[in-house]
């Protein structure tokens, strides 16, 4: 994890450090005098080489200063601060919705193979997974927003106003996230549980005189959940990284859409501590998914 944080940071680093387009330029404009670029870069730190400020840099982000913003000159920490809640939430309500309607819908599939439900249930996720999640979003909003009037597009409601009706903002949002990941766990859960259905063990199992729930729940199922443990953990680790669409289509001030704002306008700080952020937040959650698969299946541990 460590070496993977500071490769990460090597890179990002230096990505910004290169890439067209000057913070000091950006912020006072193009009609700022050579005078005041220069002197601006070096209240920045910008007029150090470039080993000098990754240092510097590096050794305020492990320390918890993540420096200051260039476009607002608040403190990139406290800017954060206020993102981060409204992201994570979104994707707990949309990790929660997906599990809720993935594993029983999966196990559904999977016990009742080439069935009615079953072939609904496959045209369905074939239909989900084909459509891009700005559309299904669009068309949501369009549903539930213009045309029940259950919630006001746009109509943003900050945690600190009223969590109750910031919780009732997130649902759609969240259930256009989860839509898609809901249906790749089913189609995952549904070939994995077939497949364990054909193994020597659950014929063994039958043949004790087991009931097919019986062997579905207490043999099949911890078995086929490994692959989907694994998938899970990718996609809460995805979810927790922000989705820039589904932010940007319902007006959600979370991480993604503020990194895209910061590096529109070259806000180098803010931008490498989301990007931090989520890289530590992806490696986090690949560690606990191993240590959960090997909670699931000793074998890994040999």
């Known amino acids: 994890m460590v070496i993977t944080l500071i490769v990460v940071s090597v890179c990002v680093f230096v990505a910004f450090s290169l890439i067209p387009g000057d913070p000091a330029t950006r912020k006072l404009g193009t009609e700022a005098t050579a005078e005041q670029v220069a002197a601006l870069r070096a209240q920045m730190g910008l007029d150090a080489p470039l080993h000098v400020r990754y240092l510097t840099w590096i050794t305020s982000f492990v320390k918890g200063d993540f420096g200051i913003s260039y476009q607002t000159g608040d403190a990139v920490r406290s800017l954060l601060a206020k993102r981060i809640p409204v992201t994570f939430f979104l994707a707990l309500i949309a990790f929660c919705m997906t599990v809720v309607i993935a ?44 045309i029940l009037r259950w919630f006001t597009p746009g109509a943003y409601v900050s945690y600190d106003t009223s969590f109750r ?112 952020g989520i890289a530590a937040t992806i490696v986090t959650v690949n560690l606990i998914v191993d240590l959960v698969y090997r909670a699931i299946d000793p074998r890994v541990s040999l």
Not at 124 to 134: A, D, K, T, W
Not at 227 to 232: D, G, I, S, Y
Request: charged share 15%; aromatic share 8%; hydrophobic share 50%.
């Open 165 to 276: 009706a910031f919780l009732g903002y997130m649902l759609l949002p969240a259930f256009c996230v989860a839509l898609p990941k809901a249906a790749m766990t089913i189609k995952l859960l549904r070939s994995s549980m077939i497949e364990e259905a054909g193994r020597d063990y659950t014929r063994t199992a039958y043949s004790r005189g087991n009931t097919i729930d019986g062997v579905m729940y207490g043999h099949i199922l911890k078995n086929a959940m490994i692959p989907v443990v694994t998938f899970l953990g990718m996609a809460l680790a995805d979810l927790l990284a922000g989705s820039i669409v589904i932010e940007q289509l319902f007006s959600i001030p979370g991480i993604s859409r503020t990194l895209i704002t910061s590096i529109s306008n070259r806000d180098y700080p803010v931008v490498m501590a989301v990007i931090m």
């Open 103 to 146: 594993i029983p819908v999966g196990i559904l599939t999977a016990k009742y193979e080439n069935s009615w439900p079953d072939r609904i249930v496959t045209v369905l996720n074939q239909i989900i997974m084909s459509v891009p999640p700005f559309f299904s979003g669009i068309l949501l909003s369009t549903l539930f927003g213009l």
